[in-house]
């Protein structure tokens, strides 16, 4: 159980374009969901808390209209990079709660999604 | 001072040999302690996580929390070859958010 997965796994692209990231809970419904980034040989930094029906939270320094986050459903949480630059280029990992369990604070992460913008 | 501090490493270790990964905390109203390894390009997988003090043991992982000196441990006893990776000490305190070390680069030599 408590699996997030995501899609694409990797995504190259042309600087200028935008770039959409899904993350989904396949077993349990999450109404809050977490996108990260995370630079090689670095820790994961948080860019924004993503809640079911409301606005994202965005972390201080994160651009909101850059990085557009929509959550949709209990199992769907997607990120847009909107005209992504080479600076993009990066790791980026959602993860989500299990609010129905014992251990309901606990994060789930997604296998990520590797962006390179050329 | 950071609120989690995680030596970075990195740690290599014979296979066969007992493995000790720590942490350290600042903010006393953390009660969730959580381990995640992390294999190279991949996310963070959740090993073992524990609320307030006391010990809890998985196979060959034991997680360890200390809240009166605000240290956190990570043992593995047998370590295999595949057990190299990145572990991640993560804490929760109040908020919904993870405040996560550093990272420790382990591997694990045949």
């Known amino acids: 159980g408590a699996v997030v997965s995501q899609h694409p796994s990797w995504v190259i692209c042309k600087s200028g374009t935008s770039v959409k990231i899904e993350c989904r809970s396949l077993?349990?419904?999450?109404?809050?969901m977490f996108w990260y980034r995370q630079f090689p040989k670095q820790s994961l930094m948080l860019m924004a808390t993503?809640?079911?029906?409301?606005?994202?939270?965005?972390e201080q320094g994160v651009e909101k209209d850059k990085f557009l986050i929509n959550h949709a459903s209990l199992t769907l949480s997607t990120l847009t990079v909107t005209s992504a630059h080479p600076e993009d280029s990066s790791f980026y990992i959602c993860?989500?709660?299990?609010?129905?369990?014992?251990?309901?604070?606990?994060?789930?992460f997604g296998p990520g999604t590797r962006l390179l913008v050329l | 001072q950071k609120e989690v501090e995680q030596d970075p490493g990195p740690l290599s270790v014979p296979e066969g040999a007992i493995v000790s990964l720590n942490c350290t905390y600042s903010?006393?109203?953390?009660?969730?302690f959580m381990w995640y390894r992390q294999y190279s390009r991949k996310g963070p997988e959740l090993l073992m996580y524990?609320?307030?003090?006391g010990n809890k043991e998985d196979g060959r992982f034991t997680a360890q929390v200390d809240k009166s000196s605000k240290y956190i441990s990570l043992f593995i006893r047998d370590s295999q070859p595949s057990d190299s990776a990145t572990y991640l000490c993560?804490?929760?305190?109040?908020?919904?958010?993870?405040?996560f070390g550093k990272g420790t680069k382990l591997t694990v030599n045949p």
């Open positions: 993860s989500a709660r299990d609010t129905s369990g014992q251990g309901y604070i606990i994060q789930y």
């Open positions: 077993d349990f419904q999450a109404t809050t």
């Open positions: 993503s809640n079911e029906g409301s606005k994202a939270t965005y």
């Open positions: 903010n006393s109203a953390f009660q969730y």
């Open positions: 524990t609320y307030s003090s």
């Open positions: 993560a804490t929760q305190g109040g908020s919904e958010k993870l405040v």
